[in-house]
C-alpha cells in the first residue's frame, strides 16, 4: 500500500492514477479537495479528457480513487448531489 496518508483513516486518499480512455497512458496526479477537476489533458497522447455523464470530474470517470467528495460520501455511485454541484 503507497497511503500518502498513513495515520488518519477518516483522510480522503488525494492522488489517483489517472488513464487515458484515448492512448492508455496511467498519470498519478494529486487531487484539490476544494475544487474538482473537469478538464485534464494527457500528457502521453494531448487528449482532453472530460467526465463521463454522471461523474463529477475526470477522478470519477479515469481515476483509480475517486474525488475526495465521492470518497466522503462512500464511494462511486453512493452521492448523487454531494460533489461540484
Ligand atoms: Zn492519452
Do not use: N, W
Amino acid at each position: 500500500m503507497a497511503d500518502p496518508v498513513p495515520s488518519a483513516m477518516s483522510e480522503p486518499v488525494l492522488t489517483s492514477e489517472i488513464t487515458c480512455p484515448r492512448c492508455g497512458a496511467h498519470r498519478t496526479e494529486t487531487m484539490p479537495t476544494d475544487a474538482c477537476l473537469y478538464f485534464y489533458e494527457c500528457t502521453a497522447c494531448g487528449a482532453m479528457l472530460k467526465p463521463k455523464k454522471g461523474d463529477c470530474c475526470v477522478f470519477c470517470s479515469y481515476g483509480s480513487v475517486p474525488c475526495p467528495p465521492i470518497q466522503a460520501a462512500g464511494g462511486r455511485g453512493a452521492a448523487d448531489d454531494t460533489c461540484c454541484r
